[in-house]
């Protein structure tokens, strides 16, 4: 199993930035994909980002430009930079993890994050 603890959510105006941390522990042997989705309110899951354990990223394109991955494997860890943030943004922001040969997919609790207009 691999625990996914999610951190840096919160209420921030539009135009700000808030960094999002997921910090996986447990079983984290072979972890390939880390990233992050997010879900709002009425609205399927969807992908953010994305980003390999050999550092190669994937966006959505409503965030280009605005967002930063990043990982650091020593500590398991990966962040989500957030500036220029729209009200659009707000959602439930979830961490996810692909571990081994077949896949498995982990998720986080979800953190909030609420962008005000």
């Known amino acids: 199993q691999v625990q996914l603890v999610e951190s840096g959510g919160g209420l921030v105006q539009a135009g700000g930035s808030l960094r999002l941390s997921c910090a996986a522990s447990?079983?984290?042997?072979?972890?390939?994909?880390m990233g992050w989705y997010r879900q709002a309110p009425g609205k399927q899951r969807e992908l953010v980002a994305d980003i390999s354990s050999g550092g190669n990223t994937n966006y959505a394109d409503s965030v280009k430009g605005r967002f930063t991955i990043s990982r650091d494997n020593a500590k398991n860890t990966v962040y989500l930079q957030m500036n220029s943030l729209k009200p659009e943004d707000t959602a439930v922001y979830y961490c996810?993890?692909?571990?081994?040969?077949?896949?498995?997919?982990?998720w986080g609790q979800g953190t909030q994050v609420t962008v005000s207009s």
């Open positions: 447990g079983n984290i042997f072979s972890l390939n994909v």
């Open positions: 996810n993890a692909v571990r081994g040969i077949y896949s498995v997919s982990y």
